[in-house]
């Protein structure tokens, strides 16, 4: 499929993408596809005061009501999901089936936050003082800033997107610069949705800002957005939350993480292996889920590894269009460059690698694909502790599962884990106050491919922020609490006695 067919589908017209200043390359050759239209200051500053404007109304609106506009950009995702599955590969490489499994992600929080347009439920609270009723009334927050990354191009916008309108915000969007063209994709359709939807959606609703650092700082750093929701690295976060806070505003950040599984000497092996290599080559190791620590009973390495190790020579790597393939490319250079560092760091810090050497893909010399890494190491090293963005899994050894937990916690990222057993005693172990510390914890589940249904994000240099379902939607509005005196008298609580 040409990029040219993927638009068509999508009924867009190509010229939207073409004759601009960024060039846009496809990891899968890193050959330009397209050139689109960079923002500046002043566009971003006029679509920071359009969204401001079109609060004033969309705030207004009853959430079911702006839950249907919601449930019409479901309809768009669905009528399109196998073009704008293909176009995600194309933008940021990831195989066909894991653009399908992207926008599908993007139809079911479509669906979450219509049901959610009805249940933005506030708290009674029983007044200490007769005649008194109190309550916890949710208020649309205003204008929410979304910072995403190339890696989910376009599912994390639909998380941030789907709440933040059903919650009464209007939304801007920075996408990555290395994947504008989802985004500015995923724009049209809701226009389109708008454009069914009627007059009560307000001009200035959704917009998206094309551009660099420069427009990202100015976007964190305008107090006419209460909210920034930004994902990414930690690197990213380190700066956001700072700039967000000092404003007074609220940042909801979903940064790195250095996701581990820890394999206990009950654990079905096969399915282990299974969930090792989905979480661990899939994406070619690029989710912020993405497992890169397995720690292993000492009395089941030796079984595992041939199996992990035989698995790993058959992957399929290459063009992310086609079914054959199971891993498609890194994103770019840096990112190889990034991953090949972390290899000799490793084998530095007394690992035994195998993989991870770049491959030769017909007609694409200009993209980096490359064999999934696996790297014995002695312990957790330096280069274990440090959050690598690609296809690299670190296998370590425990004897007790008290030390596998402490190695597990002993990083600076606390995002995903999952441990594999059988043993009832060791998973819940595993998911009490003294287990994992990260956000998601699972059990005889790999650490990536969360549903859309739970709050996804995680603690330390993760950010502690949650997007997506559970409450997570709080986190886009104001709460008010509110007391009413229905009585004739005005007592005053914790029983002061001032009469005048
Ligand atoms: C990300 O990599 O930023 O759990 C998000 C998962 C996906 C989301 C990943 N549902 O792997």
Do not use: H
């Given at each position: 499929m040409t990029f040219t067919d993927i638009l068509k589908s999508l009924d867009l017209d190509e010229a939207h993408f073409q004759g601009g200043t960024l060039d846009v390359a496809?990891?899968?050759?890193?050959?330009?596809?397209?050139?689109?239209?960079?923002?500046?200051?002043?566009?971003l500053d006029q679509k920071i005061s359009d969204a401001t404007a079109a609060f004033q109304s969309w705030r207004?609106?009853?959430?079911?009501?702006?839950?249907?506009?919601?449930?019409?950009?479901?309809?768009?995702?669905?009528?399109?999901?196998?073009?704008?599955?293909?176009?995600?590969?194309?933008?940021?490489?990831?195989?066909?089936?894991?653009?399908?499994?992207?926008?599908?992600?993007?139809?079911?929080?479509?669906?979450?936050?219509?049901?959610?347009s009805r249940q933005l439920f506030g708290l009674m609270i029983a007044s200490e003082r007769p005649g008194h009723r109190m309550s916890e009334t949710w208020h649309p927050a205003g204008p929410v800033g979304i910072i995403s990354a190339f890696n989910f191009p376009?599912?994390?916008?639909?998380?941030?997107?789907?709440?933040?309108?059903?919650?009464?915000?209007p939304v801007i969007w920075k996408p990555s610069e290395k994947t504008p063209v989802t985004a500015l994709a995923c724009q049209a359709l809701l226009e389109r949705a708008i454009a069914r939807f009627g007059d009560d959606a307000p001009k200035g609703l959704s917009s998206v800002v094309i551009g660099g650092a420069d427009l990202g700082e100015q976007l964190v750093s305008d107090k006419r957005l209460p909210v920034i929701s930004a994902t990414g690295s930690t690197a990213m976060g380190r700066k956001v939350g700072p700039r967000?806070?000092?404003?007074?505003?609220?940042?909801?950040?979903e940064l790195g993480g250095n996701n581990a599984m820890i394999v206990a000497p009950s654990a079905d092996l096969d399915m282990a292996v299974r969930a090792i290599v989905f979480s661990a080559v899939g994406t070619a190791g690029q989710r912020c889920t993405s497992l890169r620590r397995v720690i292993v009973h000492e009395s089941?390495?030796?079984?595992?590894?041939?199996?992990?190790?035989?698995?790993?020579?058959t992957i399929p790597v290459g063009d992310p269009l086609s079914e054959a393939n199971l891993v498609g490319p890194l994103i770019d250079k840096m990112s190889f460059d990034a991953m090949q560092k972390s290899l000799a760091q490793a084998k530095d810090e007394g690992g035994e690698i195998t993989g991870g050497m770049r491959l030769d893909v017909d007609g694409a010399n200009d993209a980096f694909y490359v064999r999934p890494a696996i790297a014995i190491m002695p312990g957790q090293?330096?280069?274990?502790?440090?959050?690598?963005?690609?296809?690299?899994?670190?296998?370590?050894?425990?004897?007790?599962?008290?030390?596998?937990?402490?190695?597990?916690?002993?990083?600076?990222?606390?995002?995903?884990?999952?441990?594999?057993?059988?043993?009832?005693?060791?998973?819940?172990?595993?998911?009490?106050?003294?287990?994992?510390?990260?956000?998601?914890?699972?059990?005889?589940?790999?650490?990536?491919?969360?549903?859309?249904?739970?709050?996804?994000?995680?603690?330390?240099?993760?950010?502690?922020?949650?997007?997506?379902?559970?409450?997570?939607?709080?986190?886009y509005m104001r709460r008010q609490t509110n007391t009413v005196n229905y009585s004739k008298e005005l007592p005053l609580a914790q029983g002061i006695k001032f009469e005048v």
């Open positions: 496809s990891p899968i050759d890193g050959k330009i596809f397209a050139n689109v239209k960079l923002d500046d200051a002043a566009s207004t609106l009853p959430a079911p009501r702006r839950g249907e506009l919601v449930r019409l950009l479901g309809e768009e995702l669905r009528a399109n999901k196998e073009a704008l599955g293909a176009l995600v590969t194309m933008d940021c490489g990831k195989i066909y089936q894991e653009g399908l499994g992207e926008v599908q992600e993007m139809i079911d929080i479509c669906d979450y936050a219509v049901g959610l376009v599912a994390v916008w639909s998380w941030n997107t789907a709440l933040a309108l059903v919650c009464g915000d967000v806070a000092e404003r007074f505003g609220k940042s909801i950040l089941l390495v030796g079984d595992l590894l041939p199996k992990l190790q035989a698995a790993y020579k090293s330096d280069v274990v502790k440090t959050e690598t963005f690609a296809p690299i899994a670190y296998i370590m050894t425990y004897t007790d599962l008290d030390d596998a937990i402490a190695t597990q916690n002993d990083v600076p990222q606390g995002l995903s884990s999952c441990i594999f057993t059988r043993d009832l005693l060791e998973a819940e172990t595993f998911l009490s106050a003294a287990g994992s510390d990260c956000g998601i914890a699972n059990v005889n589940i790999g650490p990536s491919g969360a549903e859309i249904g739970g709050a996804f994000g995680g603690e330390k240099e993760t950010g502690g922020g949650r997007e997506s379902g559970s409450d997570a939607w709080r986190g």
